[in-house]
């Protein structure tokens, strides 16, 4: 891993601007602050263009011969295809509102993490290839030629863009960065600039079904080894249904969550949900990941892996799809999967066959978000709770950048959480809900040897965790989305000490009173509930 | 550098018109034939890139939620920030369009070191003065239709009325031209002080600002100091409207030249400048959906078919053995 400094020397950050125009300013790379390269055999394995071994830190990055004509040919097919791109292209016009709400822009000071100069750096190429203005007048509007040079920048940058659509929100023209850094991934993959944190787990989400490439027996194992410290908790033993054909709901969560911590705990907190609730649902090997790095790559990608979900869900025969806790895997499933992979005419709109309520905003998807799935059994009474057993957490919430705002489901998830915790406090309003602030780690950025700039764009998340846990003295930050139970872990560590991270799940479950269970003395991760520390120790 | 450059091409557009009406003598070049092709390069250029986008598609339904989605009925829904039908969705757009919603949500940012502390301020400067920069200049405009029209309709009267309330000076003063001119240049000077913003900034930014200002410099002298004679300005803005363009008898003075050749230059300059963002705000993607693809489809017209997931067919060849030990339920024996 690389070295990152302290945080009382990270925080020195410079807002100033560099005398030299940032047209002459060379990308710099340097360890922390890149994520590297995809392996060639992924490349291959993927059939993706110009697979090769370098490294950002090359002179020569052994780019195809003909990379302009590619990536100019690139960029006039996708200025035909999206409106948005050609849209947002034409439009800005750099008022600067955006600057400062870029989590790396605040945590780090590049003038480059500015939404607006990010976005310029591929305007400016627009506007030297494709408008008048910039092909008469060069420099002077604001155009410029496309060099190797602008290829390095675009990967620096684009891939110091986690996609999370804050700056977006306070566009007035509601000019999307993620749009843009999508556009702008996919032309670096037409000349084979990528990195090997994202093209990994799509290559191996395709072959066997999740990002961590486990394969089906091995999944199986994992569920068993989760079901057996789930017995030691509760006393229960939970056989959860596997493949099986037939059952009413398909369940469909990330990866991430079966093998490490802390997202193991949220992967129980289903287990024991479902078991409680004697849901008529199973789990799939082959549509075992729910999170989809191809958004992170490409339409197409995107398309491909998502399209094991109905796939799944109609060899299998079920009626609907219920979704677990995962940030990118929602935008995906609330404003691409339709589009891509429907109509899903053999599902039907989900109901809960616990309460009897229809979903209708999941009509058309037939996927229905287990917070929304849960909200609505805790409001009609189905679920026999005990806060006091999770009386050791206090309790704040991180909305992940997706669901916060590319689908805006803000209320469920705290609706959850004040019925299963004691004590419950929200961050600072401009940085949660749609405000919120990202990870750090988003679009497939949360590799190790990105720590460095994950920890500066963690910066407004970090603090406003700071400020709950010295005010209301909060230790525990729930989250819906795996990637962040990944990210905020070390995030949390760096900026506020002593804050661990869960999911909602796992409050759930610590507090859902099982029939049959032993008298619970410890919770999910066997650390002793409220009143038993003492019988820890003996 | 780019303000400069900006500044001495208004500059020169000026003294263009000022000897190419005055000396020159080219007053029909001026008056007529540039504004009227100025017109024509306006409504060309601008329809033909409204049609450019209009027919992009819209592959996929993007929008920017900002607040809860519409759910459960007993969760509050945000119908504004996150409209689920047509009629939230033109509401959402009548209030960024009307109200610059977005940019009235700014913040900006404060770091303390001692903490660490990072704050975020409400910032509304910004959509104060865009306010009243684009309202005043829409104002402007709607006045100026009492050049255009005969006999002047009554709510153009009226807009003039109640513009002119304060009653300073004579002839009086508009308040919208005074606001007109505090708001471009707060626009102005963020750019060159706020060091982000002039980062940021190019020529395309200032040019435009200077030109609307020198617009807004020589209309107010031509009225309020060079007092042009508006009876034989109306004759030839009538002749315009009419097509049949005549320079009057009477003499204007050459500030209205000046005048209404920096209004043409404008017209020109604006479809192929970021001054089209006045169409495209009503275009854009992240704005203009409801967040409703969840509970209908959203048809792509590329789409491609033939796009498919690897299937579950090939995944139990690779592992059909693994799966039998294992005992998961296979669909073909091995």
């Known amino acids: 891993m690389a070295k990152y400094p302290p945080p009382e020397e990270l925080i020195k950050i410079n807002y100033s601007t560099p005398p030299t125009s940032w047209m002459d300013v060379p990308p710099e790379f340097k360890p922390g602050n890149f994520s590297y390269p995809a392996k060639p055999d992924i490349l291959k394995y993927l059939n993706f263009p110009n697979p090769r071994v370098w490294s950002p830190m090359d002179d020569d990055w052994k780019l195809p011969e003909n990379w302009k004509e590619i990536i100019t040919e690139g960029f006039r097919e996708r200025l035909d295809k999206y409106r948005s791109f050609k849209i947002f292209m034409d439009v800005c016009v750099r008022c600067g509102a955006c600057a400062d709400k870029c989590h790396f822009f605040i945590g780090g000071g590049d003038p480059k993490n500015m939404p607006v100069l990010r976005a310029e750096l591929l305007r400016s190429i627009y506007r030297g290839d494709f408008t008048m203005a910039g092909k008469i007048l060069g420099r002077l509007a604001g155009a410029r030629k496309l060099e190797t040079d602008v290829v390095k920048e675009w990967f620096l940058y684009f891939y110091q863009c986690t996609e999370c659509r804050r700056c977006s929100l306070f566009c007035p023209y509601g000019i999307d960065t993620a749009e843009i850094t999508m556009m702008a991934r996919e032309l670096l993959h037409l000349v084979g600039c990528n990195i090997n944190w994202i093209l990994e787990p799509v290559a191996n989400c395709n072959r066997t079904g999740n990002h961590l490439g486990i394969q089906p027996h091995a999944f199986k194992d994992m569920v068993e080894f989760l079901c057996e410290d789930i017995e030691t908790v509760t006393g229960v033993r939970i056989d959860p249904p596997l493949n099986r054909k037939g059952a009413e709901i398909l369940f469909i969560t990330p990866s991430g969550d079966i093998f490490a911590d802390p997202g193991i705990y949220t992967f129980m907190g289903y287990l024991i949900l479902f078991h409680y609730l004697d849901l008529d649902y199973t789990w799939s090997t082959y549509a075992s990941e729910g999170g989809n790095f191809g958004l992170f790559t490409s339409d197409k990608m995107m398309k491909k892996l998502n399209g094991k979900m109905y796939h799944e869900a109609e060899r299998l025969g079920v009626k609907w799809i219920l979704g677990g806790e995962c940030g990118h895997m929602w935008r995906v499933i609330n404003q691409y999967m339709l589009t891509m992979n429907g109509p899903a005419n053999f599902l039907q709109t989900p109901v809960s066959p616990i309460t009897g309520t229809r979903f209708d905003a999941a009509a058309g998807t037939k996927m229905l978000h287990i917070t929304e799935f849960t909200a609505d059994l805790i409001k009609n009474n189905k679920l026999k709770l005990d806060p006091s057993r999770n009386a050791n957490f206090k309790v704040t919430f991180h909305d992940s950048c997706n669901t916060a705002r590319g689908m805006g489901i803000l209320e469920e998830p705290r609706y959850i959480l004040k019925n299963v915790v004691p004590e419950f406090y929200e961050m600072p309003d401009n940085t949660i809900r749609e405000q919120t602030f990202c990870c750090g780690g988003g679009a497939g950025l949360n590799n190790e040897e990105f720590m460095e700039t994950r920890l500066r764009g963690g910066l407004p998340r970090g603090n406003a965790v700071k400020y709950v846990r010295d005010t209301h003295g909060v230790n525990t930050l729930a989250c819906m989305c795996a990637i962040d139970r990944a990210t905020l872990p070390p995030l949390c560590d760096y900026w506020a000490p002593g804050v661990g991270v869960s999911g909602i799940h796992e409050l759930v479950s610590n507090a859902l009173v099982l029939d049959g269970e032993k008298k619970r003395t410890m919770d999910l991760r066997q650390n002793p509930l409220p009143g038993f520390e003492d019988e820890e120790e003996e | ?334």
């Not at chain 2, 390069?41 to 027919?55: D, E, H, N, Q, R």
């Not at chain 2, 929008?63 to 759910?71: A, D, F, I």
């Not at chain 2, 770091?111 to 309202?135: C, E, I, T």
């Not at chain 2, 709510?155 to 009086?172: A, M």
Request: proline share 7%.
């Open chain 2, 1 to 334: 550098m780019a303000a400069f450059y900006s500044f001495f091409v208004v500059l020169a557009l000026v003294v263009l018109a000022w000897a190419g009406a005055g000396e020159a003598g080219w007053k029909g070049l001026f008056g007529i034939y540039i504004p009227y092709l100025a017109l024509l390069v306006f409504l060309f250029g601008f329809l033909s890139k409204i049609l450019s986008w209009a027919k992009t598609p819209v592959p996929f339904c993007i929008p920017t939620t900002g607040g809860q989605q519409k759910s459960l009925p007993w969760i509050k829904n945000n119908p504004w920030d996150n409209p689920y039908n047509a009629s939230g969705t033109v509401i959402r757009m009548a209030l960024e369009v009307l109200t610059f919603r977005s940019l009235f949500r700014n913040t900006s940012v404060q770091l303390q070191q001692d903490g660490p502390k990072v704050g975020y301020n409400s910032a509304k400067w910004l959509w104060l003065f865009a306010l009243m920069f684009h309202y005043s200049f829409l104002l402007i405009v709607l006045r100026h239709l009492r050049l255009f029209t005969n006999p002047v309709p009554m709510p153009i009267l009226k807009l003039e009325f109640f513009d002119s309330i304060l009653q300073i000076g004579v002839p009086v003063l508009y308040q919208s031209d005074m606001i007109f001119v505090v708001a471009i240049l707060f626009l102005f000077l963020r750019r060159v002080f706020d060091c982000k913003v002039n980062y940021i900034s190019i020529m395309s930014d200032y040019f435009p600002l200077f030109l609307i200002l020198a617009i807004a410099l020589s209309g107010m002298w031509m009225r309020y100091i060079a007092k042009v004679d508006v009876i034989a300005v109306k004759e030839l803005t009538m002749g315009l409207v009419t097509f049949h363009p005549v320079i009057p008898k009477d003499p204007i003075d050459i500030s209205f030249f000046v005048h209404i050749f920096l209004v043409s230059v404008l017209f020109m300059y604006f479809p192929f400048s970021k001054l089209m963002h006045m169409g495209g705000v009503f275009l854009s993607p992240t704005r203009n959906m409801p967040n409703f693809s969840r509970r209908q489809m959203w048809v792509n017209p590329w789409n491609d078919p033939a796009i498919k997931a690897h299937s579950y067919a090939a995944y139990e060849d690779d592992f059909r053995e693994k799966m039998i030990e294992a005992g998961l339920p296979v669909d073909k024996k091995a």
